[in-house]
T-cell receptor, first 111, second 112 residues
Framework: RKEVEQDPGPFNVPEGATVAFNCTYS??????FFWYRQDCRKEPKLLMS???SGNEDGRFTAQLNRASQYISLLIRDSKLSDSATYLC????????????FGTGTKLQVIP | DVKVTQSSRYLVKRTGEKVFLECVQD?????MFWYRQDPGLGLRLIYF???????EKGDIPEGYSVSREKKERFSLILESASTNQTSMYLC???????????FGSGTRLTVV
């Protein structure tokens, strides 16, 4: 099993839809979790951290499920500008060498 | 606005050349990183540094070296470029493991 796994997609959704992505991780001791957004041929940008209690920022909600070892990202009322690849990042602790990036889930919001 | 600046967006180099990729951050972060990103493989850590003159190997350090003479600057060196080093190179800095990374805009290197 890979350390961090994401469905590559693409997820094609109409404007205004709600879409959710999951990211599973294998190390149950993982401590920090993040979602990044990466536009085509650009650098990743931090979207939000994922806390044990969940985290909401406008239309975006991130959740952590430790029992099932996954994090999720929910996007409500999708906009065309949300089209991007969403990367999850898992830090199991023990040094930066162990930080693992997922390969990303591609989202395409359609007019 | 905080920034990580990479010196080149696109580079084309010949096999065997020595290549320098420069990265500067203005956030006074102690931690700096070099990643490469390839389709289907995600981001892979080459080297990182947690202080001036300190460096640690990442997942794929072979064929690379780094230099950190000043806190704000972290350089990646390809000692003898090879075609399998054609990739997108991303520099990042971080305040700490719970704070996430700020990335530079990347350097797309092609080795011919």
């Amino acid at each position: 099993r890979k350390e961090v796994e994401q469905d590559p997609g693409p997820f094609n959704v109409p404007e205004g839809a709600t879409v959710a992505f999951n990211c599973t991780y294998s190390n149950s001791a993982s401590q920090s979790f993040f979602w990044y957004r990466q536009d085509c041929r650009k650098e990743p940008k931090l979207l939000m951290s994922v806390y044990s209690s969940g985290n909401e920022d406008g239309r975006f909600t991130a959740q952590l499920n430790r029992a099932s070892q996954y994090i999720s990202l929910l996007i409500r009322d999708s906009k065309l500008s949300d089209s991007a690849t969403y990367l999850c990042v898992v830090n199991p602790g023990g040094g930066y060498q162990k930080v693992t990036f997922g390969t990303g889930t591609k989202l395409q919001v359609i007019p | 606005d905080v920034k990580v600046t990479q010196s080149s967006r696109y580079l084309v180099k010949r096999t065997g050349e020595k290549v320098f990729l420069e990265c500067v951050q203005d956030m006074d972060h102690e931690n700096m990183f070099w990643y490469r990103q390839d389709p289907g493989l995600g981001l892979r850590l080459i080297y990182f540094s947690y202080d001036v003159k300190m460096k640690e190997k990442g997942d794929i350090p072979e064929g690379y070296s780094v230099s950190r003479e000043k806190k704000e600057r972290f350089s990646l060196i390809l000692e003898s470029a090879s075609t399998n080093q054609t990739s997108m190179y991303l520099c990042a800095s971080s305040l700490g493991p719970r704070n996430g990374y700020t990335f530079g805009s990347g350097t797309r290197l092609t080795v011919v």
